[in-house]
């Protein structure tokens, strides 16, 4: 009856959310009680619909609890664990075959029953003598593997004339007279060889990662470049630019000047001018009236005073000044300037420097699914970026949320804060993915490689990274810290496309049609990479498409 009350126990002193023991538990305002861990991931992820709630009765909270240890359950918690409570089995351990309600973790699996025991059933393998004799090891889903099909006994040999697995009786009917060994003879001997070539084979993988660390400093070394040499131009010929205003403006000061100067002196002349014409006009006036008097006395003496006319002064008219030699000499820098900037392109392909001043039109997006999948590209995750709460599966293609830090070694790429990791994959030109999202909420992302590691490593929230919120019931897009709320999706897989030249990345919802979630439209500077951000009790898998 006592052992009863514990199995009773157990079962109602688990998580809902995890499914496993309480740890540290927090109970909320409405009476339910949940892993703090889990809990605290749950209204996380409904932070971002402004809601918080209890994910058993559903009753929400206008502002989040705060979560404090519940002291005598957990108290309670190690009491049980002291009578030899267990932990419930999880999705990647084997579970025991002889519990029947909640299954727990195996910890042994045996060859002769071919059954997997938690420790509590495995007891009589330990009290019994019968079953001492039994041979026990570490749990395996494959137990009738093991197993010869013919004679249904444990195959512990193996024919290295056949290269076949046997049981005792196979090597003495059909195996007579061959090389046999036993299974652990034969596996020591191939696993010496595996190590070897596995040696080699990380020998490669170390000089490989070499090789693409070069090729990316290779690939930073020429964007520095050439943003410096875009810096550099910019700057010269803004002072270029600058050296020509000023030019031009002393060209036009100079024609000023010169325009005044002439201007006045014409002037001057011409005043001198008129005013000789106009004591010349009354000159001709006082002889009018001379040659029209009567008098012979009057007109003989007044003749001689009116008579006397003295002589022009010669007047020198300058010719006139023309200003087109100022005109042609500047046209003349001109052109030298036109054919100077010409030729500065003329080591390049022409059509490289037709491409940069007429850039093609981009294609357009593909409409259907067929037409996406002609750019497909498989994905793989990158260990060294992984954070150490993610397990990598699926030859590094699937990324789960576990409770227990992995022994990942240190690496500058690794994300130290947040549950992400990055694809090995730098991506450009017409790209397309899937992935396949389950669990609470997952963050589908498209980044740069060089977004930061820290505590503002989220994909999304800075210019690095653009990101597709994946919750049960709805979608978030979001980047530099922009939200963006998208209708609800009921699709478990998403798919993004990128066209790095447009500056293009759109994300799908894939069912038996493709349906836009969210598009952006921007400039890439450099390749992005693939990711994803897990919440507790998610996975994502990148789909292997071709």
Excluded at 23 to 37: A, L, N, Q, R, W
Excluded at 288 to 300: A, E, I, R, S, V
Excluded at 441 to 467: L, Q, T
Excluded at 521 to 537: E, N
Aim: overall charge positive; charged content about 30%; glycine content about 4%.
């Amino acid at each position: 009856m006592a052992q009863k009350g514990v199995e009773l126990d157990s079962e109602k002193l688990s998580c809902s959310i995890c499914l496993d023991l309480l740890k540290d538990p927090v109970t909320i305002p409405c009476g339910h009680s949940y892993c703090m861990e889990c809990i605290k991931d749950h209204w996380d992820v409904e932070d971002w619909r402004g809601i918080c709630s209890c994910p058993q009765c559903r009753k929400t909270f206008k502002t989040r609890p705060n979560l404090d240890k519940n002291v005598l359950l957990a108290e309670f918690m190690e009491d049980l664990k002291k009578t030899g409570l267990q932990a419930a089995a999880g999705p990647e351990d084997v579970s025991c075959d002889v519990c029947m309600k909640r299954k727990m973790k195996a910890v042994k699996s045996c060859f002769v029953c071919l059954a997997s025991y938690c420790e509590k059933h495995l007891q009589p393998h330990y009290e019994s003598p019968p079953f001492k004799k039994h041979k026990l090891a570490r749990p395996s889903r494959n137990l009738h593997e093991n197993i010869c099909s013919r004679h249904h006994k444990l195959m512990e040999i193996f024919c290295r004339t056949d290269q076949l697995l046997l049981c005792s009786l196979c090597c003495v009917e059909e195996h007579k007279g061959h090389d046999v060994v036993s299974a652990a003879a034969e596996r020591t001997e191939r696993q010496k060889q595996l190590e070897a070539s596995r040696q080699n084979v990380q020998q490669r993988i170390r000089g490989r990662e070499n090789d693409v660390v070069l090729l990316q400093q290779e690939v930073e070394d020429i964007n520095d470049s050439a943003d410096k040499a875009m810096e550099e131009n910019a700057k010269m010929f803004c002072k270029l630019n600058c050296l020509i205003q000023k030019r031009s403006a002393e060209v036009k000061q100079q024609i000023t000047s010169r325009q005044e100067a002439e201007v006045s002196r014409v002037s001057k002349l011409q005043e001198k001018l008129k005013q000789e014409i106009s004591a010349l006009k009354k000159k001709d006036t006082e002889m009018k009236q001379l040659l029209d008097t009567d008098d012979h006395t009057q007109f003989l003496h007044d003749y001689l005073p009116v008579s006397t006319v003295g002589e022009s002064t010669p007047v020198s008219i300058p010719p006139r000044i023309r200003f087109q030699k100022v005109t042609a000499a500047v046209s003349d820098v001109s052109a030298k300037v036109r054919d100077i900037l010409k030729n500065m392109w003329t080591h390049s392909p022409p059509r490289a420097v037709k491409a940069e001043v007429l850039p093609p039109q981009p294609e357009p997006e593909p409409k259907t699914r067929a037409g996406f999948l002609e750019y497909s590209r498989d994905i793989t995750l990158d260990p060294n970026t992984a954070h150490k709460l993610l397990v990598l599966s699926e030859e590094d293609r699937k990324a789960t949320v576990v409770k227990q830090q992995q022994p990942y070694c240190d690496h500058p790429d690794r994300f130290t804060e947040q549950q992400q990791v990055l694809s090995r994959e730098g991506l450009t030109g017409r790209c397309y993915w899937e992935v396949d999202v389950r669990g609470l909420g997952v963050v589908v992302a498209a980044s740069y490689r060089k977004i930061s590691r820290a505590s503002d490593s989220e994909f999304g929230r800075c210019k690095n990274s653009w990101a597709l919120f994946c919750f049960r019931d709805s979608c978030v897009f979001l980047h530099d810290s922009t939200k963006i709320l998208i209708s609800r999706s009921d699709s478990t897989r998403v798919g993004v496309f990128l066209d790095h030249r447009a500056g293009l990345l759109s994300f799908y919802r894939v069912s038996e049609s493709m349906t836009l979630l969210h598009r952006v439209q921007t400039s890439f500077t450099k390749p992005l990479h693939a990711g994803v951000r897990l919440f507790c009790g998610s996975s994502a898998e990148f789909v292997k498409l071709r």
